[in-house]
Structures are given as structure tokens and as C-alpha cells.
């Protein structure tokens, strides 16, 4: 089952939230992950075969597996939020904000005593965890019940305190929330609530490294739609606000994608009220990355005033976007994409190859002038499910 619900009232005009991702924050956001030693800008792959089967112009994936080998884009957000908490600790002006933040003496020399803490699905726990051994610091993680293995181990083993909770993903946030309260750590989370935005706000505009690149890459072409998969929605949000500031009223046209089971955004954009809210179902899915109950409010409040669309979608739709990326089907490149990575894939495969879908298709003005941009988000974050699910599907 895919739902749609379509925003008639799309704000027009920039709001105060979009100014914290302009041109000029994507630049410094971008030179920071550029002086990373390992950084190289991940691939925008053009799907031209899968386009030409759909009946579409173009589809771009940018491919986040190749992130500084974590197979994912959540430290971009981690790594830029956790060196602006120490630069304004320091008074390191943000243009001069580089990974040398991470090894000075004197800020290892704090760091040491310091201790990051957060809840995760699994990506950006890692990117945490990451980030507190680049600067030598603790870092305490929490993941929620029927965490996969894998995912838990691909955190251990960057040095992390790691624990799987008695709770889902709220669950493990509140705990956080909790504990570093108790105990003086820094809640690195990506999710902000009345009261806690700065570091937030700072992992949003670290996605904007994604963003500086694909234009660069897009070489001057611009989309017509973006799709962007959501948990609590500050990776679609701060893409949504770099459009907003780039292309004004021009901007692409924005579809927020969720799970069925995980629509926290959907559900709030519905409620009406102009407010989050949170599920109340219990949440079943593969999609682990999305699989959040609460939106971000700062996220929340970029989403509900510029998407054009929020759908959610079921798992067999991310499953066939998993096997459309590995088999490289339609002739184009084989991609290795994850469970949250590849839905929008599978969406719009779904959409415009299945003649149910025809009048929902036409909704989102998907037609042979459409130039779709999407993000494969991770990559086999948990191999073994990667693999039944791209054998099974064989
Ligand atoms: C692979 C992947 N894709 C997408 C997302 C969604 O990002 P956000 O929670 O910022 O909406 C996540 C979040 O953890 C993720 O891990």
C-alpha cells in the first residue's frame, strides 16, 4: 500500500529556519568534510536505463555507502555538529573550522574527559561513535530492541559503550536525553525537541556536505522532484532548505517517502494542527534508519512549510529497490543500497510501473520531462539481510 498526502499550502517565502542552510553555510559545511584525510565526494550515479524504462527524463542516486567507509551519510551530521560544539568551546571561528579540530592537543586534552551520548538505529550511533575516536573522547550509545547484530557491532567496535534497550527508538532517545542530564554528557542527537536545537540544528547543516557536491555534480542540471526517505527528518529537511534557499519559488518539486508503519511525519502533516505528533502504533519494518516515532521539531517545522507531498510506502517496495540497485536491472550500474537506502527507488519504480498507480503518478506530476533526484542514504548496513533480501527477490 503507498499513501500520498498533497501540501495545497506550500510556503512560498524563505522562513527563518531555511537561512541556517544557505550557500555559504554549504560552502564552510563542505570545506570542514573536506579536510578530512580520507574525504572524497561520494558518486551521483545516473540510473539512465531505469529513466528510459519509466518513461522519465533522468534519475541521479547519490550513493552515501562510500562515506569515509561507514557506509552511510550520518557522520557527515555527527563529525560537523561535535567540532562546532568544541569550536565554540574554543573560540575557533567556523571558517577556519577544519579536521584539525579533532587532533590540536589542547582539545584532545578536554576531549578526553568528555562523553557523547546518543540513541541510534544504527548509522548515526556509528557516526558518533566515530567522530568521539577521532577526537578521543568516550562515547555511549543506545539502540533500540531487535537491533541486528551487525549494526550493533559496527558501533562496538569503533570503541562505543553500546547497549540495546527494553524500548524502541523514542525509548533509547529519552534515555539519552536522561542520562546525560545525570550524568554532564553531550547528547549528540540527531532529533531536537523544545529546548535542545543547537546541536540539532548543527547536524542538519552537516548534511549539507551531500548537497554542496550534488550540485557540483549536476553540473548545472537541475531536478524537477526530490525524494527523500525520512525518520525524523532532519536529512530531508535540510535538503529541503538548501533548495529553498538556492532556487527560491523554483525550487524542485519535494516528496517527503516514509514506512507505512513509521509515517510519524505523514501523520503529524494530517493531524492539521501544524504540530508534531507522535505514533502510537508499534512500529514493524525493515527500513531500521526510518523506523523513528517522533519527528524532529526543528526538521518538522522545514518539512510541514515547504513538502509538496508525503507518502508512505510498505517494505516490498524497498525490497524491489534493493534488487532493481544490485542487479543494476535496467542495464545501468549495480549499487549496493540498504533498506532505508533504497525506497525511493523502489517508489518510483512502483509508481510509474504499475498501472494502479497511474492517477497517483499523474498527482506527482511525474511524466516524460521528469528529473528525479534520489538519495541511496546507506549502504548493506547489515549484510546478511542485504543479501536474503537481494537473493530472495532473485
Ligand atoms: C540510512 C538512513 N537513511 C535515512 C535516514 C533518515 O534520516 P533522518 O532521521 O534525519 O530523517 C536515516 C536515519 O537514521 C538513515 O540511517
Not at 36 to 49: A, I, S
Amino acid at each position: 500500500m503507498i499513501r500520498i498526502a498533497e501540501s495545497i499550502k506550500v510556503i512560498q517565502s524563505e522562513n527563518s529556519l531555511t537561512k541556517n542552510f544557505d550557500c555559504y553555510t554549504a560552502q564552510n559545511v563542505r570545506s570542514f568534510h573536506k579536510s578530512f584525510p580520507n574525504y572524497k565526494p561520494t558518486p551521483l550515479v545516473e540510473l539512465n536505463g531505469c529513466a528510459h524504462h519509466l518513461g522519465i527524463k533522468k534519475i541521479w542516486l547519490k550513493d552515501e555507502s562510500h562515506r569515509f567507509g561507514l557506509n552511510a551519510f550520518k557522520v557527515l551530521g555527527a563529525s560537523y555538529a561535535v567540532a562546532k560544539f568544541f569550536a565554540e568551546m574554543f573560540g575557533v571561528n567556523e571558517k577556519e573550522l577544519s579536521y584539525s579540530i579533532f587532533t590540536e592537543a589542547t582539545i584532545r586534552e578536554k576531549a578526553k574527559k568528555l562523553t557523547l551520548v546518543t540513541a541510534t538505529d544504527g548509522n548515526h550511533g556509528r557516526g558518533v561513535a566515530w567522530t568521539a575516536k577521532q577526537i578521543g573522547c568516550k562515547s555511549v550509545v543506545y539502540m533500540p530492541k531487535g537491533t541486528k547484530k551487525a549494526r550493533f557491532d559496527n558501533i562496538k567496535s569503533l570503541g562505543a559503550d553500546v547497549y540495546i534497550i527494553d524500548g524502541n527508538y523514542d525509548d533509547a532517545s529519552y534515555l539519552a536525553r536522561e542520562n546525560a542530564e545525570k550524568f554532564g554528557w553531550i547528547l549528540v542527537q540527531d532529533s531536537s525537541w523544545e529546548g535542545y536545537e543547537k546541536i540539532p540544528l548543527w547536524i542538519m547543516q552537516g548534511y549539507l556536505t551531500l548537497m554542496h557536491e550534488s550540485f557540483e555534480q549536476l553540473s548545472g542540471e537541475i531536478p524537477t522532484h526530490f525524494f527523500v526517505q525520512c525518520g525524523v527528518g532532519s536529512l530531508p529537511a535540510a535538503v529541503q532548505a538548501y533548495l529553498v534557499n538556492q532556487f527560491g519559488n523554483d525550487r524542485p518539486l519535494f516528496a517527503i517517502v516514509e514506512p507505512n508503519d513509521a509515517a510519524c511525519v505523514y501523520e503529524s502533516f494530517v493531524a492539521g494542527d501544524g504540530n508534531v505528533h507522535t505514533l502510537t502504533n508499534e512500529i514493524h519494518t525493515i527500513m531500521a534508519g526510518l523506523a523513528c516515532g517522533t519527528p524532529s521539531k526543528l526538521a518538522w517545522e522545514i518539512m510541514r512549510d515547504y513538502s509538496n507531498y508525503f507518502i508512505t510506502c510498505d517494505d516490498e517496495v524497498t525490497k524491489s529497490g534493493m534488487d532493481i540497485l544490485a542487479k543494476g536491472t535496467f542495464g545501468d550500474d549495480k549499487i549496493v543500497s540498504g533498506e532505508s537506502g533504497a525506497v525511493t527507488t523502489g517508489l518510483i519504480h512502483k509508481l510509474l510501473s504499475d498501472s494502479a498507480y497511474r492517477q497517483l503518478a499523474e498527482k506527482l506530476k511525474l511524466n516524460s520531462d521528469s528529473k528525479i533526484f534520489l538519495i541511496s542514504t546507506e549502504g548493506d548496513t547489515d549484510p546478511k539481510i542485504y543479501k536474503k533480501i537481494t537473493q530472495e527477490t532473485l
